[in-house]
């Protein structure tokens, strides 16, 4: 079929200039996609389908936003998104201030149900910005300027085709001294070199970026924010090396277990070999 598609800039350094560094195969629709790599370390989508055309990639079958309970996957997805959700809060909870009502603005909340999962702690404000799902929230443009106390984005900043956009809203939404949270996959994962094209965190075409610490402190730096903290997500590991092998028979049962024990003895040596980073960060 026709796939419109766009060619981009870096969107760290604005540079075109970028050498070829893998050829991925969408594992449902069979095509190709070529991720590269800027001079300036960044490995990104390019060229990647437009904004139109990025939507046909986001139906039901896509695990996140898959309600169909009964598969495998599905049930474990659910179960680490349970444990997922409290570490989330706990992370939330940390930087949130004595202030009688904590804003908070999620950006790319999925189907909502991390924000369902909020609304039963006390003294915080929610607010959403989803564009691909019509939540019962109130929406970012309700918010006032610089009225946020936190805004976070899980797993959702290497979906954004606009980072300038994004981060306009950010910035105009982000109290000086509040927390912007981020989490998303991280590159530098021990275990993407055994699992190779088969990583599931490559997942394209619907992961544009590929970021690891220091290309996200280069982006972040770009619009003037700094990193306070950069902590492994552990459960990510485990869950990706699940989701990386297309069936668990015996011997990819045994592959698991032996990689994630791997995985998570580098991880406590060094973090930046986890599946997935969360960035605490604010304003410079």
Not at 129 to 137: R, T, V
Not at 271 to 284: D, E, V
Request: proline share 3%.
């Amino acid at each position: 079929r026709l796939i419109f598609m766009e060619t981009v800039n870096c969107i760290v350094c604005d540079s075109h200039i970028n050498s070829f560094y893998l050829e991925l195969i969408n594992d449902k629709s069979n095509e190709k996609f070529v991720l590269r790599k800027c001079q300036c370390g960044l490995i990104f989508l390019n060229p990647r389908p437009d904004l139109n055309e990025i939507k046909k990639y986001y139906s039901n079958d896509y695990l996140p936003h898959n309600t169909q309970a009964f598969s495998f996957f599905n049930m474990a997805y659910r179960f680490v998104q349970k444990i997922t959700f409290y570490l989330k809060y706990k992370t939330i909870k940390r930087v949130m201030t004595n202030l009688p009502i904590v804003k908070l603005l999620d950006v790319g909340s999925g189907d909502g149900r991390f924000l369902d999962y909020l609304k039963s702690k006390s003294n915080l404000e929610i607010y959403s910005n989803e564009p691909y799902y019509d939540l019962d929230y109130p929406d970012s443009k309700y918010l006032e300027d610089s009225s946020c106390d936190i805004i976070t984005m899980w797993h959702s900043l290497e979906h954004v085709h606009n980072m300038q956009e994004l981060f306009k809203l950010i910035i105009e939404k982000l109290k000086d001294d509040g927390f912007l949270i981020l989490a998303v996959p991280n590159i530098d994962a021990y275990e993407r070199k055994f699992l190779k094209f088969n990583w599931v965190a490559y997942d394209a075409p619907r992961h544009l970026y590929h970021f690891n610490y220091q290309t996200m402190k280069k982006l972040l730096s770009k619009y003037n924010f700094e990193i306070l903290e950069a902590k492994p997500i552990y459960q990510d590991t485990l869950f990706n090396i699940i989701l990386s092998f297309s069936n668990l028979n015996f011997s990819n049962i045994l592959k698991t277990l032996y990689l994630s024990f791997i995985s998570f003895s580098k991880i406590l040596i060094n973090k930046n070999f986890s599946s997935s980073t969360i960035y605490i960060c604010k304003k410079k």
